[in-house]
């Protein structure tokens, strides 16, 4: 009896670290998602891609360097580099263009480029699954409590408020973060102080894909990197978004930490229903605060 | 729509179509029946799509939902209850319609995007719960082979019970549309504070266009399962509500008949495409693009601008 109430303490505990690591991502991603929504006011479908992509580039260029720790490092700084490329151009070649439009063709659009995406790597990595090992130095695991925990989790577990903390500078201590607040409440009262909010836009729109390139590379090394990765996801990412407050940072957080902890406690619950959880914590934030935990830009 | 100088031009071009829609499966193979039946069905799940979208301006994100609903309640009444198979066909639009009426009560106090986000959620758990309980809905795998009644058995059958049901839902719907709700419905769409302020009662007027459009998707759900003889949890995955909506879209969405044509052309893209390469997706972002770009108001959209010049309705242009 003793035995059993330590055992599921510990795997408790150890599901707790686990739900932890995967808020990490789904913040990170999330949070991308929050500022696209909060600031430009589209919903991004293909955020998901764009966190699918990270991961294959993450894959290929740990791949091209030898795939060493030095290719996982590499790997980590560029990829998230080159989605965020990516989303410039096509930010700057073709989005830009609709932002007068109505919100459902803005809508339509990166589901467009979801659809595109999707079919591009497809082309250039096949359907095959792929696999990215974590450098040596995050390789194995540590006890916690008499069960193992994987190093790189907690690798993960730095890394997320490293990101928070560096995405709360941004927003709040630079200039540009401040225009992009100021833009996400007035857009034309931003514009007729004689700035140019649709680079203001390009901007925040890079920045957040840059964090979904950035999930999707820290999230490589502990799943398999498969065609349908952006699917799942970005569901989850958009819950979360509003369920914590579209626009807010610190309401992404809380809908990560929601999310991803429902998720892996109540596997210990109801493994059959697990998926189901935190769905029913979102309805239930939903139906008590429609508009979100702490509060939206708009 | 029409006024009385057209009116018998409407009369003969739905005779005409019914006299074809009757004659096909006598000159077209088996699998053109299947694939005609299949637009029949997607085609009216789009217009059910919509009623609401197009007609009543409410972001319905995921319409799919009620679709994929109706479609397992037929397939549960048949596989799981003794009930004739009639009593599924008549349970399946109504438990549909109830759905959408639940989750509409949740989601109209909401504006626009938030009302599409939360629904959009609420149909994710939906989805999960049919996604995993095994033993009664059947999971990922999801029922297949579901014992049909004998007059749709065949794919001619089942073809004709289609397209007999999908036209009757078409005409109510189009009637709904321009009955004095629809009116309302529609002025709800363009200026929903003003109408609030004439005395109407926004909120359910909403709710009531929710459970019609849940009804006929369900009535598409039903007839889904009368094709293909199965059902699995993709019928109700978000994935689908937007490939619906972009249908929609590209027929043109202030169109009564645009949805479908929208349908017809997706389907048949899929079906095309698909023959030649396994990117039939990279095919149809592009088109969707291009859409986007130079077609905001969609095919059918398109053609009537063109037709008839003169620009009556001004809808169109604001945001």
Redesign the interface.
Known sequence: MEFATNLTFSAFCQQFLVGLSRTTILFIVSSGLSLVLGVL?I?N?AHGSLYMLGAFLAYSIATAFGGGSTGFWLALVLAPLCVALISLVVERG?FC??Y??????LL??T???M??A???V??AWGSDYRSLSAPSMLQGSFSVLGMPFPRYNLFLLIIGPLVALGLWFLTNKTKIGKISRAAAVDREMVAAVGINVSWVFAFVFVIGCFLAGLGGALVAPTQNITQGMD?SLI?EA??IV?IGGLGNMWGALLGALIFGLTDSLGILVWP??A??FP??A??IV??FR??GLLKATW | MSDNSTHWKWIAAALGSIVLFFCLPFVLSRFYIYFAALILVTGLLATSLNMVLGFGGM?QFHHAVFYGIGAYTLALTITKTNLPPIVGYLLGPVVASVLAVLMGL?CV??S???FG??Q???G??VW??V????SFTGGDDGIHGIPLPSIVSSITGSYYVTAIVTGLALLVMFMIINSPFGRIFQAIRDNPERSEGIGVNVTRHQLVGQAIAGFFAGVAGVLFVTVEGSVFPDLLF??LS?EI??MC?LGGWFTFLGPMLGAAIMVTLRTVVGVYT??W??V???V??FL??FL?QGVLGYIIETVRPHPARGQREE?
């Open positions: 006011r919903p479908v073709l263009r609709l007068d439009r109505e919100h459902l063709m339509l659009f589901f467009a480029f659809l595109l999707r079919d591009l497809k082309l699917h569901m958009f819950l509003i059959q229903f998926i189901v769905y029913v979102v309805v939903l139906i429609p508009k | 972001y949740v106090r909401l626009k995007l938030y986000m939360l959009l959620s609420l994710s758990l999960a719960l996604f995993r309980w095994y978000w994935t937007l909506l972009i879209l396994e990117y997706t990279l149809l972002a592009i969707l693009m986007i770009f905001p945001r």
